[in-house]
């Protein structure tokens, strides 16, 4: 009987705790003030239009991650769309980007084939966020042929959201894998940094 009374309060411990995880995910509102980094008294809306660039004198870079060799290199580069909700303490704020949004002037021709979901949370006690993304495709005409890598169906880090008049967004060596092409490399690091000139100004809260 008591092994079962043990069991049993473990078996709600482990309920409480999964139900303290799971309310205390911060999730983020895009914000037009840093008075504070809880909440926020001008949130950007549902359907406010999301759109980056590459900062003046920037580059994007896509790099061979095993022999440390440039793919290609991006003098401009720009995405937009326009956000899917508010966000809220708990729910982050995403928006899908179409293929056709983005532009490249790059070393090497370079296209999207699909064109990702992304989605921003707080980084506590901060103006900032971290953004993620899924389902991101990119091809480069490479001297082996057409290459297409992307990050897949699970979300990753795509940078670090710094709150300012403009806002940046920081891309740190994401990872890139194969999706198809003979002779590709096998995994390839995607950097730079954009800024964002929609919204603008533009801070990460909680709620």
């Not at 990119?138 to 042929?145: A, I, S």
């Not at 690091?189 to 100004?201: A, V």
Request: glycine share 10%; with cysteine; net charge neutral.
């Amino acid at each position: 009987m008591g092994y079962l009374r043990v069991f049993g309060l473990g078996i709600a411990a482990m309920a409480l705790l999964a139900i303290v995880v799971a309310g205390s995910a911060s999730a983020a509102v895009l914000c037009k003030n840093n008075t504070t980094t809880e909440g926020c008294s001008g949130i950007y809306k549902a359907g406010t239009t999301v759109h980056l660039q590459l900062v003046k004198n920037a580059s994007l870079v896509l790099e061979n991650a095993e022999f440390q060799t440039t793919i290609t290199g991006c003098s401009a580069s720009t995405f937009e769309s326009t956000t899917d909700k508010d966000g809220a303490e708990g729910v982050p704020v995403t928006f899908s980007v179409l293929l056709e949004s983005y532009k490249w002037t790059c070393t090497s021709p370079t296209s999207t084939i699909a064109g990702g979901k992304y989605e921003i949370e707080w980084i506590p006690k901060t103006d900032n966020g971290t953004m993620k993304v899924t389902n991101f495709q990119v091809r480069v005409e490479t001297l082996f042929g057409p290459c297409i890598w992307g990050t897949g169906a699970a979300a990753i880090v795509y940078g670090t959201v710094v709150g300012g008049t403009p806002a940046t967004v920081v891309v740190n060596n994401i990872t890139l894998t194969p999706v198809a092409g003979a002779g590709c490399a096998k995994t390839v690091k995607m950097r730079g940094t954009y800024e964002f000139t929609s919204p603008n100004p533009l801070f990460i809260a909680k709620k």
